[in-house]
């Protein structure tokens, strides 16, 4: 079956780093996304892995390890806007999106 | 480049009736995805729509269908309606191949009465 799990909710402080942990099992591997939701609005596109490694983009990086089924979210330099819902969606090899059920970040001042 | 485009925003109807929700892709992009999101609650997957065809749809029950046209816009139709129906519905597109994201419209929130 598939499944892809994440932390239920996380809190951090202002200028703080935190890592939001994702781990999955599908049927096949095309790819690791991670998207942004605030609260009564549509996700947006934060990353993109499908090799192993570590990818950085500003403030937000992204890691996967596909031997193990898992991947990181990094935020780094946490603001009051970083709070939201982090969803993880793996894509398999039927090009289905599976979505985790989304960690919901507090970023305390 | 315009964005994905859903209609309506917000849409009310009372238990037992029809809704038709319609969505726009991105030009240039050919799959059609349907999700719906209660309240406080992850994204469940509805229908994948690809050239036309119906090529995945999730653990949902038949009154819950669509369709996507020549130009790629999609419509989902949910009949008798379920007060449980109440939910955030979000349309996304995305090309083929394998390394393209979801870009995700604006969602149609839907309140059964």
């Known amino acids: 079956g598939q499944n892809i799990d994440q932390p239920t909710e996380m809190t951090a402080t202002e200028g703080a780093i935190v890592q939001i942990n994702c781990t999955y099992q599908?049927?096949?591997?095309?790819?690791l996304f991670w998207y942004q939701q605030h609260a009564g609005e549509a996700p947006t596109f934060l990353s993109y892995?499908?090799?192993?490694g570590l990818e950085e983009k500003g403030r937000f990086s992204s890691f996967l390890s596909r031997s193990k089924g898992y991947s990181y979210l990094l935020l780094k330099e946490l603001q009051m806007k970083d709070s939201a819902s982090y969803l993880c969606?793996?894509?398999?090899?039927?090009?289905?999106?599976?979505f985790g059920p989304g960690t919901r970040l507090s970023v305390l001042p | 480049e315009a964005g994905v485009t859903q209609s309506p925003t917000h849409l009310i109807k009372t238990r037992g009736q029809q809704a038709t929700l319609r969505c726009s892709p991105i030009?240039?992009?050919?799959?059609v995805y349907w999700y719906q999101q209660a309240l406080g609650l992850g994204l469940q997957f509805l229908l994948w729509?690809?050239?036309?065809?119906?090529?995945n749809r999730g653990n949902f029950p038949p009154r819950f269908s669509g369709r996507q046209f020549p130009n790629y816009s999609s419509e989902l139709n949910v009949n008798a309606l379920e007060l449980e129906d109440s939910a955030l519905y979000l349309c996304?597109?995305?090309?083929?191949?394998?390394?393209?994201?979801?870009?995700f419209g604006p969602g149609t929130r839907l309140l059964v009465l």
């Open positions: 996304a597109s995305s090309r083929i191949p394998s390394g393209e994201t979801q870009y």
């Open positions: 599908t049927s096949g591997f095309n790819g």
């Open positions: 892995n499908v090799l192993d």
């Open positions: 969606a793996v894509k398999d090899y039927g090009q289905n999106f599976v």
């Open positions: 030009s240039g992009h050919t799959s």
């Open positions: 729509y690809d050239e036309g065809e119906e090529r």
